[in-house]
């Protein structure tokens, strides 16, 4: 994973933060932690998922297992945020586990928005709309940011 779209938008700090990041993901060891304690993120990131994926998804991981560890931070009341691996979320829900392996980032709000939307610009399947809402909400928390200094 890299940062794509944002290695020219992100300033320094913010692109160091999610660098680090990636990082992190690509040489921590996942853990396993409960679905139910994981929360969707409060910014935008899907509006729509095929159930068909899911299921598809579901089948795969039966047969051979997770590839990938969905990514998620940890939040101050002991919860875990969701930032990355929707989609292998829902699938765990459908095959009825109640753990799924996990890479834990300590990273912040704008960090994790930053690294979903990295990846979901990736994904071919995420439509124009969702790209949109999320690039946008990412730009609102940073204008935000600025306005307060």
Request: net charge neutral; glycine share 2%; aromatic share 6%.
């Amino acid at each position: 994973m890299d940062i794509g779209i944002f290695e020219d938008v992100l300033d320094t700090k913010s692109s160091k933060k999610v660098k680090e990041a990636i990082q992190t993901i690509q040489e921590v060891k996942p853990e396993e932690i409960e679905i139910s304690k994981i929360k969707n993120p409060r910014f935008h990131d899907r509006s729509y998922v095929d159930p068909k994926r899911v299921v598809e998804l579901a089948e795969n991981i039966k047969a051979f297992g997770l590839a990938q560890p969905v990514v998620v931070r940890r939040l101050s009341d002991g919860s875990y945020e969701r930032i990355i691996g929707y989609i292998r979320i829902k699938a765990f829900e459908y095959l009825k586990r109640n753990k799924i392996p996990a890479i834990i980032l300590d990273v912040d709000e704008e960090t994790a928005l930053a690294l979903m939307i990295s990846e979901n610009a990736q994904r071919e399947d995420l439509n124009d709309y969702d790209k949109l809402m999320s690039q946008l909400e990412y730009l609102s928390l940073v204008l935000k940011k600025i306005k307060k200094r």
